[in-house]
């Protein structure tokens, strides 16, 4: 019996944030001595000599008791493998820690642990850890978009490179990352060092506490910019409607055909930051909201700007039912739905927060109007 599935943690961050020195740390913490951790070339994360024990074509036993792999074929068979290792007794691990290249987007490797069936049954996503280079990471977020998008779809941040600016400097850096992505909790590695135990267990758990769940929507800390009114009458959650398009205005807003908020201009000026493409907007929905109008609103979202929703997350209460449960959704694919029944009785408010790139200030609000009217959601009910 394979049991309880493995949580799998993606450490990514831009060329030369720091990933390496953070991952031959995390290496030596006894701590980690249970983890698989999965790269792309050993030649390019670089792992310390001295950690290494014994290695073969694919895997390096490291003396901390780690087992390091390179991705064979794709991460989907690389996981796979390690897997049926495990379950034979060749190798033991109970997490694995996949390190990304610089560059690279976190959303296919999130979809695949999340929607591929041949590792859902075994491996669970726990989170996304980022390095932000303190020192050169104000300027690689003003020339490279991708940093941005990365910094945007942190669960942790992990500032690295303190030492080599001032108070002030580091201030404003922080502050710069808030402002990209206010719910995602910031940690300073010093050197590389940093306890490991801050970087695991991020996505909710059935027995989570409502202090915990609302850490993690971080509701109350998107930026102010954006902050949404509460509502009245009919209340949604996080998600849009499948045929929302075809309700009387929806074609002013420019949002449910043809996916106008993607093609918008989004190119900056030269020389100027990327962040203004980022923007976090979020609702608190005070009653439980009928379960059809939550799902016509979800899919109608996802329809007209999956590709540039980087991030969902919410706290939803529906009609029928006892608790909340936690919602996450990266892009268009979203995580099954988290009960949540340690959840205070008398607190039925939903909250949502919705991390996008190049939407319009008042996206999540316009998708909601559709849903204030009872004639057009009654007719999409029949």
């Known amino acids: 019996m394979s049991g309880t599935p493995i949580p799998v943690t993606l450490l990514t961050g831009f060329l030369g944030s720091g990933k390496t020195t953070l991952l031959n740390q995390l290496l030596r ?3 980690m001595d249970r983890a698989a951790v999965v790269v792309n070339e050993f030649g390019e994360i670089g792992l310390d000599h001295d950690l290494i024990e014994q290695s073969s074509e694919a895997t390096v036993l490291l003396s901390s008791g780690c087992l390091c792999c390179t991705v064979r074929g794709d991460l989907g068979n690389t996981l796979a493998d390690l897997h049926g290792r495990r379950q034979r007794g060749e190798i033991a691990f109970d997490r694995v820690l996949i390190e990304t290249t610089g560059i690279a987007d976190p959303g296919p490797i999130i979809h695949a642990l999340v929607l ?35 910094i945007a779809m942190a669960d942790q941040i992990v500032l690295t490179k303190t030492d080599l600016v001032g108070a002030d400097a580091l201030a404003r850096f922080e502050k710069r990352l808030a402002g990209l992505n206010a719910g995602a ?16 267990g991020l996505a909710p758990q059935t027995d989570s506490t409502p202090a915990q769940a609302l850490k993690w929507v971080a509701a109350a800390q998107a930026p102010a910019r954006a902050e949404m009114p509460p509502l009245s009458g009919l209340m949604v959650k996080p998600g849009g409607g499948l045929g929302m398009g075809n309700l009387p205005g929806a074609q002013d807003y420019g949002l449910f055909a043809g996916g106008g908020a993607d093609k918008r201009p989004v190119t ?41 929703i980087l991030r969902l997350k919410a706290v939803v209460h529906v009609e029928g039912m006892d608790h909340p449960f936690a919602l996450h959704g990266v892009q268009h694919v979203f995580h099954p739905p988290v009960p949540l029944p340690n959840w205070p009785s008398g607190d039925t408010v939903s909250r949502i927060v919705v991390i996008g790139r190049d939407l319009p200030p008042r996206y999540l609000d316009d998708s909601l109007q559709f849903l204030r009217a009872p004639p057009p959601i009654k007719a999409h009910q029949m």
């Open 29 to 31: 913490d006894p701590g």
């Open 116 to 150: 591929d069936p041949s590792l859902t049954h075994d491996f669970v996503l726990d989170g996304t850890l980022v390095t932000a280079d303190a020192a050169a990471g104000p300027d690689t977020l003003n020339r490279h978009f991708e940093a941005v998008q990365q």
């Open 185 to 200: 909790p910031r940690h300073r590695a010093d050197y590389g060092r940093i306890d490991p135990a801050l970087l695991f």
């Open 268 to 308: 900056p000026p030269a020389g100027t930051s990327h962040d203004g493409r980022i923007t976090a907007q979020s609702a608190e929905i005070d009653k439980p909201i009928p379960a059809i109008v939550f799902d016509l609103w979800l899919e109608s979202l996802m329809h007209s700007a999956a590709s540039n």
